[in-house]
């Protein structure tokens, strides 16, 4: 069985970095996937890859992550309009998929399309 | 904060805070990307023939610990820059030591390697703050939208680093370099093939142009 777990934005908005990371890892450690409202900064996307590789081990190889977002205004208005909105209530556009690797094999992304493919194994394996 | 302050700050009026020394210019990617490979071949150039930065191989995280070369001095068209060259292990998400028994390799060594690579990871990571230039390889054979691309790239862009993308192996048939130009059209991108040399005096110019 696959479980996704949703996580909307204000569940993790008034979390620390390292609260935020510890807490979406948590989750993925329980062997669910993660979609999250919004993104990481990327200072925290590279800090979660961190705290990945300290707990890599015989049962936990690690994630696969990604992060889908809309593509940015080119309208200058629109983009001040938007950075206003960002500033006042965080980043909550786009979304973030974050899975144990022993399930996702690999996340496709094409700009506008993403493929989750799945180990079977991994699958198999679990209750 | 204080000391990203005092980078930044030093970054735009050099030796503010003390003599400056020389910029360390990274290379960053994913594993297998070619960044030894890059590597050695900035060395060989620039150094002299017999210097190389380390074993570049097949197998991925061959590279599990940060390797520096000093004082290389780099110059092209009359422009001059000297650096100190930092090759990094290949930054992954995930580490699976069976991966590596497909390589012909015992349990017990794989299992070492995979445990070297996971701290290898963390180490680049930790570098990133002290560059003062990045290389960005990326195989120009594979998709460019994988997220360890756009973690790379997004920190340095958030860090105020100056990025230079190289897509490598330009040489492989499956090489496509006007996808890693529409995954990142913001950044200056040259396509090379560091195995053979191929385009490497306009990465050269690029760089020099980039940093001065």
Not at chain 1, 5 to 24: D, H, M, T
Not at chain 1, 74 to 89: D, E, R, S
Not at chain 2, 66 to 81: A, D, P, R, T, Y
Request: hydrophobic letters at 40%; proline letters at 4%.
């Amino acid at each position: 069985m696959l479980t996704l777990q949703f996580i909307p934005f204000n569940e993790i908005e008034s979390l620390s970095s390292e609260r935020r990371i510890a807490k979406l890892l948590g989750i993925v450690k329980k062997n669910k996937i993660v979609l999250m409202q919004g993104r990481l900064k990327p200072t925290e996307e590279t800090t979660l890859i961190e705290r990945t590789m300290e707990e890599v081990n015989k049962e936990f190889k690690g994630i696969e992550l990604c992060t889908v977002y809309p593509t940015p205004e080119k309208k200058v208005g629109t983009q001040i309009k938007q950075a206003m909105v960002k500033f006042l209530v965080g980043d909550r556009e786009g979304l973030t998929i974050i899975g144990p690797a022993t399930i996702i094999k690999e996340i496709k992304r094409n700009p506008d399309k993403i493929e989750l493919l799945t180990h079977t194994r991994g699958l198999l394996g679990r209750k | 904060m204080m000391n990203r302050l005092k980078t930044l700050l030093n970054k735009i009026i050099p030796g503010l805070f003390g003599k400056r020394k020389h910029m360390k210019i990274g290379l960053y990617g994913p594993p297998n990307a070619g960044k030894t490979t890059l590597a050695n071949r900035i060395c060989r150039d620039w150094l002299g023939e017999d210097v190389v930065m380390g074993t570049a191989s097949e197998i991925p995280h061959e590279t599990r610990e940060i390797q520096m070369k000093e004082n290389i001095h780099l110059k092209k068209k009359g422009k001059e820059i000297t650096f100190n060259l930092i090759d990094t292990p290949g930054i992954a998400t995930k580490i699976d030591y069976e991966e590596f028994l497909k390589h012909k390799m015992n349990k017990k060594v794989a299992k070492e390697r995979a445990k070297e690579a996971t701290k290898g990871v963390i180490e680049a990571i930790k570098w990133l703050d002290n560059m003062d230039c990045v290389v960005v390889v990326l195989d120009s054979t594979t998709n460019p939208y994988s997220q360890v691309n756009i973690t790379i790239i997004g920190n340095l862009a958030a860090r105020n680093i100056p990025v230079l993308i190289a897509a490598n192996k330009t040489d492989l048939k499956k090489a496509n370099v006007k996808s890693i130009e529409a995954a990142f059209p913001q950044y200056p991108i040259v396509g090379i093939s560091a195995e053979l040399g191929t385009n490497i005096d306009e990465l050269y110019e690029t760089l020099t142009k980039l940093v001065r």
